[in-house]
């Protein structure tokens, strides 16, 4: 099992370009979750979906952010337009309490 | 909702002394509280974690204590080793809710 993985591995971005992170949960896992990692916010929680659902969205912190799920074994997040503030290191994982991905870390300048 | 404090945010302990790293929680319904080792570059791993009706856990040279009263928790490491050196996170949730509270984490660096 090759455990989650995520893509990009490091994202530079300028300020108002459209970023995409990509996630590819464990097979067989019905649940994805999408966290930011900040030093001064720590890990926070963004969305999280069962089966593909949406369940609890309230982490997101504007919509400039958005979540989607086509797939058992695809998520995508997305920020439109992208600000320095949003650098940080993106992680996502398939299990409520575990098996996190190696994250992107996101520039934006 | 719930708050969780980490203590202290870093700590250096000498090759094969004890580590204690401690967190607090605020919210009483929290019955689940997992520890993670977060190495560089990668995301952070479960080591261990203990449900509200035990106090304490031990796998091998990792033992986590609670103490449900006083709402604080704690992660014990016996004979650390260079390998250890890491950032270590707990958390609080309630079992099944799906949301996890995490601390701040704590950097550990274990000294040859």
């Known amino acids: 099992d090759a455990g989650v993985i995520q893509s990009p591995r490091h994202e530079v971005t300028e300020m108002g370009q459209e970023v995409t992170l990509r996630c590819k949960p464990i097979s067989g896992h019905n649940s994805l979750f999408w966290y930011r990692q900040t030093m001064m916010r720590g890990l926070e929680l963004l969305i999280y979906f069962n089966n593909n659902v949406p369940i609890d969205d309230s982490g997101m912190p504007e919509d400039r952010f958005s979540a989607k799920m086509p797939n058992a074994s695809f998520s995508t997040l997305k920020i439109q337009p992208s600000e320095p503030r949003d650098s940080a290191v993106y992680f996502c994982a398939s299990r409520w309490d575990d098996a996190f991905g190696s994250g992107t870390r996101l520039t934006v300048v | 909702g719930e708050n969780v404090e980490q203590h202290p945010s870093t700590l250096s302990v000498q090759e094969g ?30 080591i261990i ?41 707990c958390a609080a949730s309630i079992w099944g809710a799906q949301k996890l509270v995490f601390g701040q984490g704590t950097r550990l660096t274990i000294n040859p």
């Open chain 2, 17 to 46: 002394d004890s580590a204690v790293i401690k967190c607090t929680y605020s919210d009483s319904a929290s019955n689940y509280f997992p520890w993670y080792k977060q190495e560089l570059g990668k995301g952070p791993q479960l």
């Open chain 2, 49 to 89: 974690d203990i449900r509200s009706n035990v106090g304490e856990k031990k796998d091998q040279r990792i033992a986590v204590t609670l103490n449900k009263t006083a709402k604080h928790f704690s992660l014990h490491i016996t004979e650390t080793q260079p390998e250890d050196s890491a950032v270590y996170f």
